[in-house]
């Protein structure tokens, strides 16, 4: 078959709301045109992100009872400690709350004014921490990773002749780190090889830059490598995860990915000067060592939740359902990055709305009637998120890939749910010549795409632009 059954049953069920068509157009115009505003119960789908969404196991629920929230050298930190050293290998485990507290606290302590740090795509908020620490954010994927159709088994690799590049351009000494972005979310959640990545390595050591892992989605990494990599079909996925990491310092992690738990984080370092420096500041701002801002539990969860994402049929599973529902959108003809990542599919919103320029939000747009078409919610990945001013010039500058994603949760819905989804955007794709674009009424300084309010465009103006 080539859709693998799920290999769980389901023991506790929540319900799922229905809205009408009226109910979900009131919506989104309060929401301010911003999926972020919609209150979950007006929501029928939740594709908005993969991260915190996942359904637990029994396994890891049963965890929650024994946690021990002694507040110094709880019992579920050192197992947690002792399955982030096997799994990942590196010597200094200190946890977050989250994803981005890690790279706040690694940003932090390593980024300063005028400094770049290349990576293949940067998240946002891994952008957004670099920038907040006065560096720059220098995306050095190759170029079949920027091209929506373009066919390539990782198209997450770094490009090394645009690394070096970046390298030679600013000097050494203004490169502190380089990351790796395992699978790359920005660009389509794809795949980094591991050659790719021992490439990376050697080039950095020549010129003695830290390597770290934007690890979120690392499990779905290693199980592409033992799918798509000559050598590695018969490798055991820990042995590629640990291969993986062994080219690099250390990580950042958001457990609330390939952690499959709501919440926490972590980071790691091989650098005992670097961990005392970061936990000096973890105390500061999250918390003690052994907990970091997270309950006993939620520890125990996250230990329990490391193991489980690297079972193999969970893994054939997970990447299964993403490429189903990317497949039944696909034989319709409806524009899709190729070849479906490991977390989400994503509509390409420039071939979809060929008629709404970037300067008009043509991915939120879509977005936004995808949620009034069946109420499903998903997260714009283009202009909103990533464009800019140019500082120099003032003009606006728009990202290459303009994309809506649909994440999946993991383990929580079905291929009834991925059915539906499918027809929801294959009805907007029927009418998409009716769809016109969205202007901005109300924008943060950072990270603008949370809290952004905007509005429709009417047909005059569409007509004058
Ligand atoms: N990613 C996502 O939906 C959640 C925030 S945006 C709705 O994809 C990478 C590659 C991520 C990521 C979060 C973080 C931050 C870092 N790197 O959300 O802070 O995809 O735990 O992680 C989101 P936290």
Redesign the pocket.
Known sequence: MDYPMEPFKIKVVEAIPRTTREERRAAIEKSGYNLFNIPAEKVTIDL????GTSAMSDNQWAGLMVGDESYAGSRNYYRFEETVREIFGYPHVIPAH???VA?NLLFSTMVKEGDSVPNNIH????RANIEHNRGRAVDCVIDEGLDPRADHPFKGNMDLGKLERTIREVGRERVPLCLL?ITN?SGGGQPVSLENIRATRALLDRYGIPLYF?A?RFAENCYFIKKREPGCADRDLHSIAREIFSYGDGCTM?A??DGLVNIG?FLCTKDPALAEKITNLLILVEGFPTYGGLAGRDLEAIARGLREVLHEDYLEYRIAQVRFLGDLLDREGVPILKPVGGHAVYLDARAFLPRVPQSRFPAQALACELYVEGGIRT?EIGSLMFGHKDPKTGKDVYPELEMVRL?IPRRVYTTAHMEYTAETIRSVFRRRDTIRGLDLVHEAPVLRHFTARLRPVSAGEEKRS
């Open positions: 908005l992100t993969d991260s989250q994803g981005r790279e998240f946002d908020t891994t972005t979310n934007d979120c958001s609330k990915k984080g997260v994440a």
